[in-house]
Nanobody, 114 residues
C-alpha cells in the first residue's frame, strides 16, 4: 500500500536549519508531483512547496521563498525539504503529499524556538 514516512523534524533555534525527508513506497514515485505542507496551530493546512515529476520545477509559498528548498531523488523514492533561516512562525507539523491525492504522511513536528 501507499506509504509516506516523514523524518527530520525537531527543535531548532531561530535562524537555524533543518532538512526534512519523506520516503515513499507503494506507487511509482517518479511520475508524480510531490509537495510539502504544514499545519500550524489555529491555521489551515498550508502548501509550502511542490516539485514537478516532469522537469523538477518547483513552486513555493511566499512565506518560505528564498529560505526553503524542495528537491527529490527518484532513485531513492524520497522528497526533501531543506529549511534555512527558520523563524518561530515556521513551527508546525510538516506533511508530505502526493499532489492531487489523499495520500499523506503522518507528519513530522518542527519547532522553532529559543
Amino acid at each position: 500500500q501507499v506509504q509516506l514516512v516523514e523524518s527530520g523534524g525537531g527543535l531548532v533555534q531561530p535562524g537555524g536549519s533543518l532538512r526534512l525527508s519523506c520516503a515513499a513506497s507503494g506507487f511509482t514515485f517518479s511520475i508524480v508531483t510531490m509537495s510539502w505542507s504544514r499545519q500550524t496551530p489555529g491555521k489551515e493546512r498550508e502548501l509550502v512547496a511542490k516539485i514537478s515529476h516532469v522537469d523538477s520545477s518547483t513552486d513555493y509559498a511566499d512565506s518560505v521563498k528564498g529560505r526553503f528548498t524542495i528537491s527529490r531523488d527518484n532513485a531513492k523514492n524520497t522528497v526533501y525539504l531543506q529549511m534555512n533561516s527558520l523563524k518561530p512562525e515556521d513551527t508546525g507539523v510538516y506533511f508530505c503529499n502526493v499532489a492531487g491525492t489523499m495520500w499523506w504522511g503522518q507528519g513530522t513536528q518542527v519547532t522553532v524556538s529559543s
